[in-house]
């Protein structure tokens, strides 16, 4: 049975930083693509950044770039995302997804950015 375990959310002031982790268990997580997606109110879901099995390839949206960096741990089953400089346009509800042999996605946590 897949579990994901979101944690980190919360409120922040602009300029501010958080760590969001998303632990899962039930499947192999080395063999996973793991990826933090975001969903403002009233937006579409967006990729925000992905990072391959081994960790050395990432990928990020232009609008985090140079202030989000995503990692992963597989020892511990958990990837990471490294939140700086936060912004008022980066309150969501963020989502892990886990991709391989499956699709799957975590519960979401939700950042809130505001003074």
């Known amino acids: 049975q897949v579990q994901f375990v979101e944690s980190g959310g919360g409120l922040v002031q602009p300029g501010g930083s958080l760590r969001l982790s998303c632990a899962v268990s039930?499947?192999?997580?080395?063999?996973?693509?793991m990826t933090w997606y975001r969903q403002a109110p009233g937006k579409e879901r967006e990729l925000v950044a992905t990072?391959?099995?081994?960790?050395?390839?990432?990928i990020y949206a232009d609008s985090v770039k140079g202030r989000f960096t995503i990692s992963r741990d597989n020892s511990k089953n958990t990837v990471y995302l490294q939140m700086n400089s936060l912004k008022p346009e980066d309150t969501a509800v963020y989502y892990c997804?886990?991709?391989?042999?499956?699709?799957?996605w975590g519960q979401g946590t939700q950042v809130t950015v505001s003074s």
């Open positions: 997804r886990a991709r391989g042999r499956n699709d799957a």
């Open positions: 990072i391959m099995n081994d960790g050395q390839i990432t």
């Open positions: 039930g499947f192999t997580f080395r063999n996973y693509v």
